[in-house]
């Protein structure tokens, strides 16, 4: 599976971005999809996931209730739905997929990231 994050961008803090990954492949619905991001000088790290149903997610603690991950396996696309967006989220944004079941780490394949940059 080949992997594709768009949609980042400069927002000032308080607002709202979406970023999205396209996938190509014929097995995206199989695969689960994380998303990442890494700040300068800083490890990359884990800001959610779906599983390859949609049916489940996982965020980590400094995005809960400020993002949202889904998916839609028709368009072979996922979202990652950024509200309320603080200074310590500017980073480069990367969407990764595993097979099957989802977690925060172990992911195969991964795409070019995304920058983005919120203002204070």
């Known amino acids: 599976v080949q992997l594709q994050a768009f949609g980042g961008g400069l927002v000032q803090a308080g607002g709202s971005l979406r970023l999205s990954c396209a996938a190509s492949?014929?097995?995206?619905?199989?695969?689960?999809i994380g998303w990442f991001r890494q700040a300068p000088g800083k490890e990359r790290e884990f800001v959610a996931a779906?599983?390859?149903?949609?049916?489940?997610?996982l965020y980590a603690d400094s995005v809960k209730g400020r993002f949202t991950v889904s998916r839609d396996n028709a368009k072979k696309m996922v979202y990652l739905q950024m509200n309320s967006l603080k200074s310590e989220d500017t980073a480069v944004y990367y969407c990764?997929?595993?097979?099957?079941?989802?977690?925060?780490?172990?992911?195969?394949?991964w795409g070019q990231g995304t920058q983005v940059t919120v203002s204070s």
């Open positions: 990764a997929a595993r097979w099957r079941d989802y977690g925060t780490h172990r992911y195969d394949y």
């Open positions: 779906i599983s390859w149903s949609g049916g489940s997610t």
């Open positions: 492949g014929r097995t995206f619905s199989n695969y689960a």
